[in-house]
């Protein structure tokens, strides 16, 4: 009788064991488990840095085709889990499986992005504050603190007047040709304005593109309040910005993704990670 119970006991173990390796090797199976985590964490930096509001959005490229992105259903970006991100296509932006969810109506500007762009691996559209007054003037956002140095010398201003009819209504960008008119806009930039409307700020990786928008929206409010200064501020030259090489985007990434985390899972931070190499050799 012992030895039946006995085996009865390990073959539950059994059971028991072989599920949870299951369930891990299905989620390292998942070619987007990793970018799926990223994106809820992406929410969870911009929600707690003020970037987004109520209405901004996150998306980024599938791991298993590229011409697939995956973002959430609609809802407040404070809500965002793992359980909320769907599939869409960048041909059309419709999901492949709505599942009965309302899916985002601006998805336009991430999938016309991603059809125009292929070194575009994020994009995130926000309603900074700190952006949106540079939006409706001449003056252009430009790099001004070293952080924000991926800018470009001028960064381009979507107007969407110029991409619709007179009979057409509202700003936001809910159709493929608003979205490829922003697309166009923004051409090879990390980022183009919205006038009245924010911003849209694409990365190579999820990460890249939280630490751009971050930047950018520091940059705008360092720029403007030295314009309260004085007019003729000095911006960053050319020879002055850096190349993705030059920037460690793990460093910011860690330091905003850790003010959304307690004490105990930062103290288990490897903190040997950051820092670049070529600033290792004294010269």
Known sequence: MTRVLVGVWMSIVALVVGAQIAR???VTADPNGERKQD??????????EGILDSFGHVSVRSAKDPNIFLMPWAMPPSLVSLDDIVELRASDSQPIDPKGRRVNGERYIHGEIYKARPDVMSVIHSHSQAVIPLSLTPIKLKPVIVQAGFLPPETPTFEIRDAIHDEDHGMQVTDSTRG?????VLSSHPVALMRGHGNVVVGTSIKQA????????INARMQTQALLLYRDIVT???SELFTPQEFDINRPW???KQKTLDDTAKAKIDRSQFGLD???TPK
């Open 24 to 26: 891990a090797q299905g």
């Open 278 to 280: 070529q600033t290792q």
């Open 254 to 256: 860690e330091h905003f």
């Open 236 to 238: 960053m030259k050319q």
């Open 180 to 184: 490829a008119a922003l697309a166009r």
């Open 210 to 217: 939280v630490v751009y928008a971050a930047y950018v929206d």
């Open 39 to 48: 994106l809820v964490t992406a929410y969870k930096i911009l929600v707690n």
